[in-house]
């Protein structure tokens, strides 16, 4: 009888650890809790957890931009705004952190493209991903 409820405890664990090791949100509430503690370092290892789970996660890659961006990786910055803002267009507020950072990293050539807001535009200048938009234009 104990053998088969430590069997069965075990087995839940193992669920419970498997669970947890590929659910993208609690990865990315991992980087959250690291970053929001000034560790942004350590935050950046959770978010690309969280985005290898879900690669189409906006919330991720903004989060993941936020961490770059107070490490002072400006063009790293910028390159996963422009990923946020092709997953979620409607996240406006995401084009003015846009241009703190490229303004931070010194390319204030790139500042007239966001001024357009032309996703395409920035293609040439930063490796990132268009997604189809899912608007019925």
Not at 43 to 57: E, G, V
Request: charged share 20%; proline share 4%.
């Amino acid at each position: 009888m104990f053998e088969k409820a430590l069997q069965t405890n075990q087995a839940n664990h193992h669920d419970k650890y498997h669970d947890v090791q590929n659910n993208y949100q609690l990865w990315n509430k991992l980087g959250a809790t690291l970053a929001n503690s000034h560790r942004s370092e350590q935050a950046l290892p959770a978010y690309h957890r969280a985005l290898q789970l879900k690669p189409k996660y906006a919330r991720g890659w903004l989060n993941l931009a936020i961490s770059h961006s107070n490490l002072h990786h400006y063009a790293e910055a910028a390159r996963c705004y422009l990923q946020t803002l092709s997953l979620n267009p409607a996240a406006v507020h995401c084009w003015s952190y846009l241009r703190i950072a490229l303004t931070c990293d010194e390319k204030f050539d790139l500042l007239p493209l966001v001024a357009e807001q032309n996703l395409a535009a920035f293609q040439e200048h930063f490796d990132f991903v268009i997604y189809p938009s899912t608007d019925s234009k």
